[in-house]
């Protein structure tokens, strides 16, 4: 019977210590699928996120440099982004991109897929790139690159 309380206690405890914190992600280092690369594309890398968001990264030369741009596909009111380390300092988030909502009376509503701008990739610089549905607590990110 003790051994059954404690069991009870301990599993009670376990539920009510889960955090609630910021949005989880999801990374993934699979390679792009062929209908989904770019002309130029030196690498290219796909995560998803509950089958939903899709973000691919794309790496390409660009006047002598490494260029990276993430492209996404996600529902109204959802984002793509990027996220940069310089120097392994901390991550910052670039280049934004959202979704608009609106509906059918919004013009750009109806376009799911969003491309970020074209981030330096050099020496001392990690990218990725991330994709979420509004609301949505699990974003979808590549790794680092």
């Given at each position: 019977?003790?051994?059954?309380?404690?069991?009870?206690?301990?599993?009670?405890?376990?539920?009510?210590?889960?955090?609630?914190?910021?949005?989880?992600?999801?990374?993934a280092?699979?390679?792009?699928?062929?209908?989904?690369?770019?002309?130029?594309?030196?690498?290219?890398?796909?995560?998803?996120?509950?089958?939903?968001?899709?973000?691919?990264?794309?790496?390409?030369?660009?006047?002598?440099r490494?260029?990276?741009?993430?492209?996404?596909?996600?529902?109204?009111?959802?984002?793509?982004?990027?996220?940069?380390?310089?120097?392994?300092?901390?991550?910052?988030?670039?280049?934004?991109?959202?979704?608009?909502?609106?509906?059918?009376?919004?013009?750009?509503?109806?376009?799911?897929?969003?491309?970020?701008?074209?981030?330096?990739?050099?020496?001392?610089?990690?990218?990725?790139g991330?994709?979420?549905?509004?609301?949505?607590?699990l974003?979808?990110?590549?790794?680092?690159?």
């Amino acid at each position: 019977m003790r051994m059954k309380i404690v069991s009870v206690l301990l599993s009670a405890a376990a539920v009510v210590a889960v955090p609630v914190g910021p949005a989880t992600s999801v990374a993934a280092d699979k390679p792009c699928p062929a209908s989904e690369r770019w002309e130029g594309d030196r690498r290219c890398f796909s995560s998803t996120a509950r089958n939903v968001a899709l973000v691919n990264l794309h790496i390409q030369k660009k006047q002598g440099r490494d260029r990276a741009r993430a492209e996404g596909w996600v529902e109204e009111g959802g984002a793509v982004w990027m996220e940069v380390r310089k120097d392994g300092g901390p991550a910052k988030r670039v280049h934004l991109r959202r979704v608009a909502k609106g509906g059918t009376a919004n013009q750009h509503a109806a376009s799911r897929q969003k491309s970020t701008g074209w981030q330096y990739d050099g020496p001392g610089y990690l990218v990725r790139g991330c994709a979420a549905n509004a609301g949505d607590r699990l974003k979808a990110c590549t790794g680092w690159h």
